[in-house]
């Protein structure tokens, strides 16, 4: 078993054939020691719901290897999508390096088509670029292909195709590309979300790449609320989290209890000057934003885009609107329409346990200490605590007495 004890023993040479392996869920709250690092110490990244891609050190060139091939991906229990993506899962694995680094990228194409790697917001020779037939040829499947640069800057990237993108794209095939700045930050905990939209018709499981505006899933890192991992910090910690969109559509992405500093883009750090609070975030399609702010507040606060159906599941768009309609009786209908259901008369909060065609998910599903979390998509929750000594998932938090409101009568 992997410990903090035997990472930090463990030497630079290892840390660096181990680097990703070891920034798994328990390593990710650790520091990474400045003497394993070739350029400066960083607080690594945590990607929810998914994984840092390893590396290894080569001649001073930190290799990674990328595999572009199909996958399954479960966007919560009980549903699973054939998606594409990288090294086995949407969005691919986060790419971590530092401002100086040099990097030498090795892209083997599983695929049944023709593929390429384009590096979102990197400052890097034209010919490593990634746009298939202006930059270089396409990679065939069966091919490897590799792109070497070194980093001369600092900020949230990203990695995508730029060869049949429309369809490669809307399957999943994307991810981050991370490089720290060559000084040390004050940053406890470092998140990064990829914020992306699909069309998933019920009860099947390949998204419809042809769908342009009319989507009816949402994700965090390719996951739907309840199956998106809480974000855990203690109280104290500096909180910076990254957004990541090459979705059709912007995402205005909210957080409870708290405001916050936007503080980079995939363009560079944002200057202190040009900063102020706000409690919302507009993500623009191909783009990416950095937040920060300070868990002082502790409590488990809502965190979701704030366009109402990016927060529902599975929706179907073709359904009448019949709230304030009194219907007929289910039991006469149900004698020509064997299976039927009114949907929807009085809102669709009691809908979530309906039946519902198999590998679909309902459209608005969760349970929390109080009742049924109506929510779904883009959401899940921001958990802050006093004193924890892990940042393994609290469970729900316990409101003082005296802090929740109380039914009344008259």
């Keep these: 078993m992997i410990t903090r004890r035997n990472i930090l023993s463990s030497g630079a040479a290892l840390f660096a054939a181990g680097a990703g392996l070891l920034r798994g869920r328990d390593a990710q709250a650790l520091p990474v020691p400045a003497q394993a690092v070739p350029r400066g110490p960083y607080r690594p990244v945590v990607t929810p719901n998914g994984s840092t891609l390893p590396w290894t050190l080569k001649d001073g060139v930190k290799e990674f290897r990328l595999i572009a091939e199909p996958v399954k991906r479960e966007f919560a229990a009980g549903m699973i999508v054939d998606a594409w993506g990288y090294n086995g899962q949407t969005p691919g694995p986060t790419i971590e390096v530092v401002e100086g680094d040099r990097v030498r990228l090795f892209v083997t194409n599983r695929l049944p088509e023709r593929t390429s790697v384009h590096w979102h917001g990197v400052r890097l020779p034209n010919g490593m670029d990634g746009v298939a037939g202006l930059n270089q040829p396409h990679i065939a499947p069966g091919e490897t292909y590799v792109y070497e640069f070194t980093l001369k800057q600092h900020g949230t990237m990203m990695y995508h195709p730029h060869s049949d993108e429309m369809v490669q794209m809307a399957l999943g095939m994307m991810g981050f590309f991370i490089v720290h700045p060559r000084a040390a930050e004050r940053v406890d905990r470092d998140f990064c979300i990829m914020l992306h939209e699909w ?128 219907p007929a009786s289910d039991d006469k209908l149900a004698r020509v329409l064997p299976g039927t259901m009114s949907m929807g008369n009085n809102g669709m909060g009691g809908m979530m346990d309906m039946g519902r065609p198999p590998n679909t998910l309902p459209m608005m599903s969760g349970a929390g200490p109080f009742g049924d979390i109506e929510m779904g998509g883009m959401f899940t929750v921001v958990k802050v605590r006093e004193g924890i000594t892990s940042y393994d998932d609290p469970g729900w938090y316990k409101n003082p007495e005296g802090t929740t409101p109380k039914k009344v009568t008259g």
């Design 199 to 326: 069309f998933v018709a019920p009860g099947t499981s390949r998204p419809n790449p042809a769908v342009m505006t009319d989507f009816n899933m949402f994700t965090f890192n390719s996951r739907v609320w309840p199956g998106t991992d809480a974000l855990v910090a203690k109280k104290g910690d500096r909180v910076r989290i990254r957004f990541g969109n090459l979705s059709m559509d912007s995402h205005p992405i909210h957080l409870h209890g708290y405001s916050f500093e936007q503080t980079g883009t995939d363009g560079g750090p944002t200057p202190s000057s040009a900063r102020f609070p706000e409690t919302t975030v507009n993500v623009p399609v191909g783009a990416t934003r950095d937040v920060e702010f300070v868990a002082d507040a502790p409590g488990d606060w809502a965190f979701h885009c704030h366009k109402s159906h990016h927060t529902m599941n599975a929706m179907s768009h073709e359904l009448p609107n019949m709230i304030g309609v009194a």
